[in-house]
Structures are given as structure tokens and as C-alpha cells.
């Protein structure tokens, strides 16, 4: 199994600032990373699919890189509705697993 | 627009049996594979099925093989998962997802295994 670990679990930024996740994966999963949204009440969203895809719809703020092991997850500009939960998703083999978690909160 | 509409969750007691069904429209149902996710109270991420467009192939992660079978009837767009020898960890949110990069989501159904 595939254990991905996410950092950091919670982070406050100002607007305008950059904001970065990490996700580390135990094995080599190529591009196979997916970054969800999640707001208060609400399902994940998909914003970003494998290969760094960005959604249909998804602001050009958010991006992601990374292949292998070592992916990073990056919201330029952010603004206050960013407010939310970020999680990754390794969907290059079953069990599919995901990263913990990262709280993000505006100053 | 894709909507996926989750129905059947409720309070079960531990060892209890449960079936939850996931109404899909606004894209072509048989086409594409199926998931269940659930999340827990401690907003923890896990994948608990997958079902084949087709139907007949199904993956599941050691924690509930045995004990969950995913389901789906594509004349009527839905999406099934039995749930059985029910546990308190079993307490989550359940969602049903599209294709495997989890591009969809319904609502939800919640399931709360208690005595």
C-alpha cells in the first residue's frame, strides 16, 4: 500500500500570499496526483487531476507539480474564499490513498 | 450536469447490515468506472470500493473486503454498497465518486454505527 503523507496539517496565510502543500508518497506513483478542495458541508472538489491537470473551471491560481514521490501543491494570490481543506489523492494504485489533510485559514 | 444523489444511511448498531445507493444523471452512467469514499468525524479521506463500468470488476482496500460488495444497475443509473459486520469505525460520511480520479461527488449519506 501506498502511504502518502501530506504537510503541512494546518497553515495561515495573508491574501495575496503563496500558499504550499507537499505530498510524499512511500512508492514511485509517476503523475498519478489528484488535489481536492474541500469547504465546510461540502464534498472534495477536484481541482487538480493526474499528469498537474487543472480543471475545467478551476482558477489558473491554483497548480501543482511533481513526479515520483515528491509532489507540491501551490495557490498563488490566495484569497480569502481559498478558506478550506486540501487533501491529495494517489490513484496510481489500489488502495487508492490519501494525504491527511491541510487546514488553510486567512490571517 | 452531473449529479450523483447518495441515499440510505442511518444509525445501525455494531454487527448490523446496511445498503446504500447512489441515483447518477447528466452523464452516461455505464460508461464510466464507480467509487464509494468515505470520511470519517476526524475528516480522515478514505476509498472503500470500485466498481468496473461494466460491473464486473470490484476492488476494495483490506478494511472492508468481506464485509462491503459494490453494486450497480446501469438500466437504472445506480450505485450500490452493502455493508455488513458493521463497526464503529465504519462511522463516516459516505460518498459516491465518478471514474478514478474522484471527478465528481454527491452530497453524501451518513453512517453512524452505534449501540
Known amino acids: 500500500e501506498t502511504t502518502v503523507t501530506q504537510s503541512p496539517a494546518s497553515l495561515s496565510v495573508a491574501t495575496g500570499e503563496k500558499v504550499t502543500i507537499r505530498c510524499i508518497t512511500s512508492?514511485?506513483?509517476?503523475?498519478?496526483m489528484n488535489w481536492y478542495q474541500q469547504k465546510p458541508g461540502e464534498p472534495p472538489k477536484l481541482l487538480i487531476s493526474?499528469?498537474?491537470t487543472l480543471r475545467p473551471g478551476v482558477p489558473s491560481r491554483f497548480s501543482s507539480s511533481g513526479y515520483g514521490t515528491d509532489f507540491v501543491f501551490t495557490i498563488e494570490n490566495t484569497l480569502s474564499e481559498d478558506v478550506a481543506d486540501y487533501y491529495c489523492l494517489q490513484s496510481d494504485n489500489m488502495p487508492y490513498t490519501f494525504g491527511g489533510g491541510t487546514k488553510l485559514e486567512i490571517k | 450536469e452531473v449529479q450523483l444523489v447518495e441515499s440510505g444511511g442511518g444509525l445501525v448498531k455494531p454487527g448490523g447490515s446496511l445498503k446504500l445507493s447512489c441515483a447518477a444523471s447528466?452523464?452516461?452512467?455505464?460508461?464510466?468506472?464507480m467509487s464509494w469514499v468515505r470520511q470519517s468525524p476526524e475528516k480522515r479521506l478514505e476509498w472503500v470500493a470500485e466498481?468496473?463500468?461494466?460491473?464486473?470488476?470490484?476492488y476494495y482496500p483490506d478494511t472492508v473486503t468481506g464485509r462491503f460488495t459494490i453494486s450497480r444497475d446501469n438500466a437504472k443509473n445506480t450505485l450500490y454498497l452493502e455493508m455488513s459486520s458493521l463497526r464503529s469505525e465504519d462511522t463516516a460520511m459516505y460518498y459516491c465518486a465518478r471514474d478514478r480520479s474522484f471527478a465528481y461527488w454527491g452530497q453524501g449519506t451518513l453512517v453512524t454505527v452505534s449501540a
Open positions: 512508492t514511485d506513483i509517476d503523475d498519478d
Open positions: 447528466g452523464f452516461t452512467f455505464s460508461s464510466y468506472a
Open positions: 493526474e499528469g498537474n
Open positions: 466498481i468496473s463500468s461494466g460491473g464486473s470488476y470490484t
